[in-house]
């Protein structure tokens, strides 16, 4: 593990949480991106997750606290129980949720810039994202005026008062401008499509709705919801890639939903600069096309116990199910399955006062 301290800073003002958040990023490549960045985050502690190769030596601009693992690093510190932790794909990133011992987190991709609002101000994301969890959600009440805890707007005319305390949030998942998230069979069909709508909204995803959850523009809370944000076997070895961050959106919002936590969509975007090659995403999205239509019917009808109170106790009977309902469309599932008891199992080790 290679680890730099950061020079003083000169950003102005203390940023919010900048003691209690780290950023996240998995990368194969030097990180010139976060000059780009620097206002923003240089405040913060970074947690880099080096994929591929690692000989290759990662450079990271000057000014920057970071620490940075590699597979070497994964290997001697979970041993055996690094076969949790894909190689070959950003999925590798939830290795930093694990190692952290932030209350927040934030996940980005290096080819994620910083967007620029209709007015031509550049966007924090990062505070915004702050601003989201640190702010309840809707989960049972749908207010049409989107987050009624935003300056400017409230619950409107026949909102329960009984329900207006809202829920904790623990998800803020936020949009892109330019090259939108799309599957490879729409990236081949509108390949030239770039999505310009700035949409100046943030909307609670109701309870029993499950959601496409994107990795690359990510914030959650640490504490309340990280063990479920295991983002499954991907990529090198792996029947299946690009699934990785919807695995751990499904995951996390059916255990959301059950234990009464909140998941927020849309601000902030960032400007997302590089489509990847469709044909590659077509061969690694394959197999999650078909199986997709059969799993999301299961997370939609997994019910968890009253027994499980925690994230873990959620997580790991939620594994039994995977074993037991998604293992018969192919044995990858019931590999994943151990991966996912493995992970809460590495977590609890990593985390000990964090033990559901």
Not at 113 to 133: M, R, T, W
Not at 137 to 153: C, I, K, M, V, W
């Amino acid at each position: 593990m290679a680890g730099k301290e950061s020079s003083t800073s000169s950003i102005p003002n203390t940023p919010l949480l900048k003691d209690e958040l780290d950023i996240v990023i998995p990368t194969i490549r030097n990180l010139d991106f976060l000059e780009m960045w620097r206002p923003f985050f240089q405040a913060y502690h970074l947690i880099i997750v080096q994929d591929g190769d690692p000989s290759k030596t990662i450079k990271v601009p000057e000014g920057f606290d970071y620490e940075l693992y590699n597979r070497n690093d994964i290997n001697r510190i979970l041993g055996p129980k690094a076969s949790c932790i894909s190689f070959k794909d950003s999925a590798c990133r939830c290795f930093g949720y694990m190692v952290s011992k932030k209350k927040y987190i934030y996940t980005i991709d290096d080819d994620c810039f910083v967007a620029k609002d209709p007015s031509g101000k550049e966007i924090n994301a990062l505070e915004q994202h702050i601003k989201n969890l640190l702010t309840p959600s809707t989960p049972y009440f749908f207010n049409t005026l989107y987050d009624p805890y935003r300056e400017g707007a409230d619950f409107v005319r026949g909102y329960p008062f009984s329900l207006r305390e809202g829920a904790q949030t623990a998800v803020s998942h936020g949009l892109w401008l330019n090259i939108p998230d799309y599957d490879a069979p729409t990236q081949l069909v509108k390949p030239r499509e770039r999505n310009t709508r700035y949409v100046d909204a943030i909307l609670t995803i109701p309870k029993g709705t499950l959601f496409p959850m994107c990795g690359m523009n990510l914030a959650f809370d640490r504490e309340l919801i990280g063990p479920a944000m295991y983002f499954g076997l991907m990529g090198d070895g792996q029947p299946i890639g690009r699934y990785d961050d919807m695995w751990a959106g499904w995951c996390t919002k059916v255990i959301c939903d059950h234990l009464g936590l909140g998941v927020k969509t849309g601000l902030p975007y960032i400007w997302h600069s590089k489509a990847s090659n469709p044909f590659v995403n077509l061969k690694k999205e394959y197999n999650g096309i078909f199986w997709q239509e059969e799993l999301i019917p299961f997370f939609q009808s997994v019910v968890l116990s009253k027994d499980c109170s925690t994230v873990q106790k959620c997580y790991v009977e939620m594994s039994k199910q995977v074993r037991e309902k998604l293992g018969k469309i192919d044995p990858y599932f019931n590999k994943l399955a151990d991966a996912m008891v493995t992970w809460i199992e590495a977590w609890d080790e990593l985390n000990p006062s964090a033990k559901g």
